[in-house]
């Protein structure tokens, strides 16, 4: 059986905020961009991983956004692990908006059951050049979320860095020379 199914654009249509916060919970979409909407979703794609299972690989030159649905998964840069997300968090962006294409910058690997939307490069484009406003507002939402994230990692790793700080300091001692 196959890992991909055909994403329910009911489904998605009826829970924006589920599926890349593209419609923020005060917005209404208009009847033109709920249709452009409607054909991003027909395009994408629902993929359910196990637990350990790769779902992207480092060096990877697919083009693929993934927004997860459920579960969480463990994000590896040479093998360290750089960042747990979960639902709601999307992931692949940098290899995604990238030009040229360098590939995926870690490993992505589910931490337990996994569910992830796949969204194509090729789809957006095709869907923001016919639709200039779904284009705009599907990027605003992702640099909002990759920005949301990056803040959260930044106050991670202050907090490891005091936490080190503070225990070397407990650990060396001072000398006064007179």
């Known amino acids: 059986t196959s890992k991909f199914s055909a994403f329910s654009v009911d489904e998605a249509l009826q829970n924006f905020s589920r599926t890349f916060g593209f419609v923020l919970a005060d917005e209404v979409v208009h009847p033109t961009e709920e249709v452009a909407l409607e054909g991003l979703f027909s395009k994408s794609k629902v993929s359910r991983y196990h637990d350990k299972e790769v779902i992207l690989k ?97 106050a991670e790793m202050f907090r490891r860095v005091s936490l080190l700080a503070e225990g070397s300091a407990k650990h060396h001692q001072t000398y006064t020379v007179e």
């Open 58 to 154: 480092q060096g990877s030159t697919e083009r693929l956004l993934f927004h997860i649905v459920s579960g969480n998964v463990r994000v590896l840069a040479d093998s360290m692990l750089v960042a747990t997300l979960s639902e709601g968090n999307v992931f692949g962006e940098v290899s995604f908006l990238e030009t040229g294409n360098f590939g995926a910058r870690s490993d992505v690997l589910a931490d337990g059951d996994v569910e992830v939307v796949v969204i194509s490069h090729d789809s957006i484009e095709i869907l923001a050049a016919l639709q200039p406003s779904i284009g705009a507002r599907f990027y605003r939402s992702l640099a909002v979320s990759s920005a949301k994230r990056l803040q959260k990692q930044y």
